[in-house]
């Protein structure tokens, strides 16, 4: 069964240092998230991709945050400058399209800024 | 904004009894109703959906959902609960205008006692 994959599972990083979260999703799909949770909270929409541009980012996904898809299956997520807040799990997932709107997820990377 | 209330933060039950869990939702417009499942150091695995039809839903695992729009509800019910089962659950919401960033509830932990 087609499924979403993220590596690394778990990234530690210094405090300033960039990072970067990537994801392949489900061949086919179309439009492609990152939503993030940090411990203890809900999980929260950060930016949707779809037909290689940004359609909708939330107030969290600013200047620090880019996506980007460099080949025709890869989708990343870069941090520029992580600060100790960005510590949470973060999670890619993509969809088929409008008709059939249910997002599949991957299964996370655990990101620790020290 | 859309939003989520899942307002019990832990399910008891026993196996073989019935199975609910609650979800309310506010969305402008029409929603795109959804149930996620997540098991320790796993993503968040699609169960089922509500778009549009027939108010009740059927999805995986045997699971299903009763879409009330009078009460903004959005229930999850498995008629038998196996102790597998035990995970934490999550009622995710969009609307249908083309949004496409899901609003999840806070999330609740399902315990099904042998």
């Known amino acids: 069964e087609p499924e979403v994959t993220q590596t690394p599972s778990h990234q530690v990083t210094q405090m300033g240092q960039e990072v970067i979260l990537r994801c392949v999703p489900i061949s086919n799909h179309l439009y492609f998230y990152w939503y993030r949770q940090i411990l203890g909270q809900k999980v929260e929409f950060l930016v949707s991709f779809y037909n290689n541009e940004i359609s909708e980012k939330s107030e969290i996904f600013d200047d620090q945050f880019s996506v980007e898809r460099p080949d025709g299956s890869n989708f990343t997520l870069k941090i520029r400058s992580t600060k100790l807040e960005d510590s949470a799990m973060y999670f890619c997932?993509?969809?088929?399209?409008?008709?059939?709107?249910?997002?599949?997820f991957g299964q996370g990377t655990r990101l620790t800024v020290v | 904004a859309q939003s989520v209330a899942q307002p019990e933060d832990q399910v008891n039950v026993a196996e073989g009894n019935p199975l609910t869990v609650k979800c309310t939702y506010s969305v402008s417009g029409n929603p795109y109703l959804f149930w996620y499942v997540q098991y320790p150091n796993r993503g968040l695995q699609f169960l089922l959906k509500?778009?549009?039809?027939?108010?009740l839903v059927k999805g995986s695992y045997g699971f299903e959902a009763e879409f009330n729009k009078s009460q903004t509800s959005f229930h999850l019910k498995k008629p038998s609960a196996l102790v597998s089962d035990s995970a934490l659950y999550f009622c995710?919401?969009?609307?249908?205008?083309?949004?496409?960033?899901?609003?999840f509830g806070k999330g609740n932990q399902v315990v099904v006692i042998p």
């Open positions: 995710a919401v969009r609307d249908n205008r083309g949004n496409n960033r899901l609003a």
């Open positions: 509500y778009i549009t039809g027939d108010n």
């Open positions: 997932a993509s969809s088929l399209g409008r008709d059939f709107p249910e997002a599949f």
